[in-house]
């Protein structure tokens, strides 16, 4: 079960570089083959300093890290019973190849539906690059199924 | 170029329809995206969770959402994406993203949209991801 006492818990930031290799075989991956994403001519043409992040890769960056799961599991969350529920981005900057973003993260909410059948967990993060500039925030909310 | 002014409520995007999803696919994304959830690559672990089998990251389907944005305008516009997860994508779907004008409003002189975007399964129908995704085609320098 999770503990409400946990609402307000700040996660230690993390960073995370944005390595090029990581953004084509992200785009691989998601069969994206707009050149924008992958060639650095075709980004600096569109006034990209380098390769842009695609919307929803932040969230992968926020998880590279060596244990990504851990804060959760530290919580008393179980891998077997969790499920994405929802998942906003708010942007404010793009961030590019060669950035060095820092996720802070923080627990906003933690709550109960059917009798604690279904346990929520919604995680704020705040995404700013190397000089500070707000990249984006993101909102997780994580179903825990007792 | 997609303009404020040829864009009505109604209208809808072009669809992006994917490949089928493949275990190569899973595993894949799992390397790229860093979401090495077992569940998703690990049929033993799947199975030890009450699955019958491993299942797509709900991410992978977003990401596709995300491709149907950016395809549409430049990803500088898109100012907001906020989904819900509705039901798990299992192996071997194809998935269908759409995304249809729900609204157009100039605000304080930014041309801002509302889109709902939907990824669904191509056969069922099924909604797999649901939500709103709200774009400022003031700068839009693409297409």
Not at chain 1, 4 to 13: L, S
Not at chain 1, 131 to 143: C, G, K, P, R
Request: net charge negative; aromatic share 8%.
């Amino acid at each position: 079960m999770l503990d409400t006492n946990d609402i307000g818990k700040v996660f230690d930031p993390t960073t995370a570089s944005v390595e090029k290799g990581r953004l084509s075989r992200f785009a691989k991956a998601i069969g994206e083959n707009n050149l924008i994403y992958l060639d650095d001519a075709t980004a600096k043409n569109a006034g990209y300093d380098d390769l842009p992040v695609p919307p929803t890769f932040l969230f992968c960056l926020k998880m590279d890290v060596p244990e990504p799961f851990a804060n959760y599991e530290k919580i008393g969350v179980s891998l077997q019973k969790l499920l994405h529920a929802n998942q906003s981005f708010e942007y404010f900057n793009t961030a590019v190849a060669g950035d060095v973003l820092t996720f802070n993260s923080v627990i906003e909410d933690i709550y109960a539906k059917k009798e604690g059948a279904l346990e929520f967990l919604v995680e704020k993060t705040k995404v700013v690059n190397q000089q500070n500039l707000h990249i984006a925030d993101l909102v997780t909310t994580l179903v825990i199924r007792n | 170029m997609i303009t404020f002014d040829k864009i009505n409520v109604g209208s809808f995007l072009p669809a992006l329809s994917t490949e089928k999803i493949s275990r190569t696919t899973l595993a894949l994304y799992a390397g790229a995206s860093g979401d090495e959830n077992p569940i998703h690559i690990d049929i033993d672990f799947a199975k030890s969770a009450g699955m019958d089998d491993v299942f797509a990251h709900g991410m992978l389907s977003m990401a596709y959402l995300g491709r149907l944005l950016t395809n549409w305008v430049d990803q500088r516009c898109i100012k907001k994406i906020d989904v819900r997860f509705t039901a798990i994508t299992p192996l071997f779907a194809q998935i269908i993203c759409t995304g249809e004008v729900k609204n157009k409003e100039v605000i304080d002189g930014q041309e801002i949209i509302e889109v709902l975007v939907e990824a669904k399964d191509s056969n069922s129908g099924e909604v797999k991801i649901s939500g709103m995704a709200i774009l400022n085609l003031t700068e839009n320098k693409s297409n």
